[in-house]
């Protein structure tokens, strides 16, 4: 059974041989790596489509690696600890869905992981079997009201007002962000004044935070690739002069310190 809703209508979507359609006859092709494009031309019409082709591959190949596991644990044991068995789980800004499949892996959970970026989902639909992935923004997302046990968003804008309609009234939100320290030694590399994140705790009319858990350790790589790879992941990729980034360019180790939060939120 399909969880998502037409974009043009609203209505239910069905899914029948790798078309989703909704009683109107809105219909929506299956892509062949497996995602359905939800995203209407008028929301499409932003110069920037999510992730592009470089940083998706960048990110794919340094989670491939493992750096990350312990955060993508942390994460599972949060869900199982919030999400009863069999739950909906949404994924929004799924990415290249290497947290999404970790999910999909545990206690049975439906999942279901949505992103604006066409390129990401083409490498999430191919990696999570069991899950359904499809292209549309955070800000105007394809479930219908009070419909999902959960929203994960992982490294990814958090659009509230969204959140809070579409999950159930005793759903919960789990966010992973960054803290003070993540990547603190990659920044001092580049930059001569780095800065530390400024995390933000939500407690507003909408959610309440129900339990952090913080992660930290060093990572350590050891080729160039790693290194500029894991540069390309942030935002400060986008942002950095190109001296600067020379700076990492012919940098072959790195030991840096990874910090980040996994928060949970309950509905008000
Ligand atoms: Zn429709």
Known sequence: MSYFICPVCSGKLDVRDNTYSCLNRHCFDVSKEGYVNLLMSQQSSSKRHGDDKL????????????FYSPLQKLLCKAVSKNV???????????????YTKAVSLTNNY????????????????????????????AFSLPFEDESCDCVLSVFAPSAYEEFYRILKSD?????????????????????????????????DDLFRLVSVEELKYNITLDCNNDIMNLF?????????????????????????????????????
């Open 55 to 66: 940083m998706v591959r960048a990110r794919r190949d340094f989670l491939e690696k493992g």
């Open 232 to 268: 390309k992941m942030t935002p400060y990729y986008y942002k950095t002069g190109r001296e600067e980034i020379q700076k990492l360019s012919f940098m072959t180790d790195l030991e840096t310190i990874v910090h980040f939060a996994v928060e949970v939120y309950e509905k008000r």
């Open 84 to 98: 009863a068995c069999g739950g909906v789980i949404a994924d929004i800004g799924c990415g290249e869905g290497y």
């Open 110 to 137: 439906n999942v279901f992981g949505v992103d604006i970026s066409k390129e990401a989902l083409k490498y999430a639909a191919k990696l999570v079997k069991n899950a359904s992935f499809a292209v549309a923004s």
């Open 171 to 203: 759903g919960v939100l789990i966010k992973v962000v960054p803290l003070e320290d993540h990547l603190w030694d990659l920044k001092s590399t580049v930059y001569d004044e780095p800065y530390k994140n400024k995390p933000e705790i939500r407690n």
